[in-house]
């Protein structure tokens, strides 16, 4: 089983709103990541969690909070967003951090729109 | 810093040969990658190159110079499906996880 699942595919959440975004893999892998992509750019690293330890933090705001209850989950909460946080958001693992951070598997995404 | 530069745009026929350049400037090196992403789809890692020299997997090949911090993407024989964009990247940090990914070129392959 080489493949990430991220749910939902889609969500609208307004501004006001707390919600959460799912991802798992049963590749045994120890490094998961959270990416978030605009239209024709490419994507943006967020968080690293290594080992289910939260390693990068790449300056998020905190009205994104990532959890990793396991090493094969991995949430990222959501609260207070604004407008310009609609994008596409990407979970990915590899099996551990380090070389094989080059090969990412990712999830299909979740399209966010916030109104 | 780190940054990688890779055309905005390629466009070829079906059956030709592309080659998508990547140039790289970073601080550290520990090999570069490429990945492939069809309009609203993941991205779909290709190939790595950690030493110098061209690996192929079937239809793609992958270069990779050190000392010129220059790599490129070969597609062979192409096909309408891999009308997708491109996006070469490197490993920010032997140990922390992090992969910088270039601006991504944009393949149209015509019939």
């Known amino acids: 089983d080489t493949e990430v699942t991220q749910t939902p595919k889609h969500l609208v959440m307004g501004m006001t709103n707390k919600k959460s975004l799912k991802c798992e893999q049963h590749?045994?892998?120890?490094?998961m990541y959270w990416y978030k992509q605009k239209a024709k750019k490419p994507p943006e690293l967020m968080f690293v969690?290594?080992?289910?330890?939260?390693?990068i933090n790449e300056s998020v705001p905190s009205r994104f909070s990532p959890e990793c209850p396991n090493s094969s989950l991995l949430n990222l909460h959501l609260h207070a967003l604004q407008p310009e946080d609609s994008a596409l958001y990407l979970c990915?693992?590899?099996?551990?951090?380090?070389?094989?951070?080059?090969?990412?598997?990712f999830g299909p995404g979740t399209r966010l729109t916030v109104t | 810093g780190q940054s990688l530069e890779q055309p905005s745009e390629v466009t070829a026929v079906e059956g030709a040969i592309v080659q998508i350049n990547c140039t790289y400037q970073t601080s550290g090196f520990y090999g570069l990658s490429w990945y492939q992403q069809h309009d609203g789809g993941a991205p779909t890692f290709l190939s790595y190159n950690a030493l110098d020299g061209l690996e192929e997997t079937g239809r793609f090949s992958s270069f990779l110079s050190r000392s010129d911090s220059y790599g490129y993407l070969l597609l062979q024989e192409l096909q309408m499906k891999d009308s997708a964009s491109y996006f070469c990247a490197v490993i920010g940090s032997s140990n922390t996880g992090k992969l910088i990914f270039g601006q991504g070129t944009t393949l149209q392959v015509k019939p």
């Open positions: 590749m045994g892998h120890r490094a």
């Open positions: 990915a693992s590899s099996q551990t951090p380090g070389r094989q951070t080059s090969e990412q598997y």
């Open positions: 969690y290594s080992y289910e330890k939260l390693s």
